[in-house]
């Protein structure tokens, strides 16, 4: 039976708890990763999160995790390097102890059309999006293995199964990579002991990435969806770190669309007798 807990309204809710387990975010110092972060950490792991370029953002983060009395640590790598991503791994371990929560969450795009594909920033989408998400799952494995408890948790998208827009080429189907790998490495894990692999694919998630869009694109997309908003990256992180919980231990190989409902929207049925009359 899951544990469950009040909540500050009264309620019983799910008492997610990582004490004592080094969560690994990639991408973690910004956006959806920021608030995977911040949640595994208020949930009790101790949490590394690796960043490229967003220094700042990630020793702030640190620091808000420090004043909280949580463990929280930055390291500043390349995923489209390998060995730095090893190093930052090994670098973590050495801190922490043995991984046991692997968040893949960093992602990038190039928005390069077929027609005029960029082929070299197409492969670096990939570096980033699922090559460095296979060597840091390999990296892990073998003290999650150990420990007969491990989370693989990879950060996919409804573009790799059912959003389709111009200059996506490259970013859906990386993501439909890793939906794919999350599968096969859910066969090779669960049989051998509490170990699952699996996707969180967020929809339309209001971000730094995502503030630039056009007022336009964004309502055409709000459209598609039964809850008529954009989603917030707090509503990622707790789902994530639900996944990443003993609760959820006979969850393995799927995809969980927390997307508000994508493709759902429907007619009302008054408009839909006016358009009878």
Partial sequence: MPNLRASRRGDLILDVDHRGR????????????????????????????????????????????????????????????ASSLEAAIL???????????????????NGSPMLGANVAGMREVFEVNFWSAVVATKAVLRDMLRAKFGRVIYIGSPAATSWATQGNTAYAASKAALHAMARQVAAEISPRGNLTANVVAPGYIRTDMTKHFAREYEN??????????????????????????????????????????FGLKTISRRKNRREAE
């Fill in 22 to 81: 080094l969560a690994i975010v990639t991408g973690g110092a910004r956006g959806i990763g920021k608030s995977i972060a911040r949640l595994l950490s208020r949930d009790g792991a101790k949490v590394a999160i690796f960043y490229n370029r967003s220094g700042d953002e990630a020793h702030q983060l640190v620091e808000e995790a420090g004043h909280a009395g949580r463990s929280l640590t930055a390291h500043q790598c390349d995923l489209r390097d």
């Fill in 91 to 109: 670098e973590a371990t050495q801190i922490h102890g043995p991984a046991q929560i692997l968040v893949h969450n960093a992602g990038i795009t």
């Fill in 220 to 261: 055409a997309i709000l459209g598609t969806m039964c809850s008529e908003r954009a989603g917030t990256p707090d509503e990622i992180g707790e789902v994530v770190s639900f996944v990443a919980s003993e609760n959820a231990s006979y969850m393995t190989g799927s995809v969980l669309e927390v997307d508000g409902g």
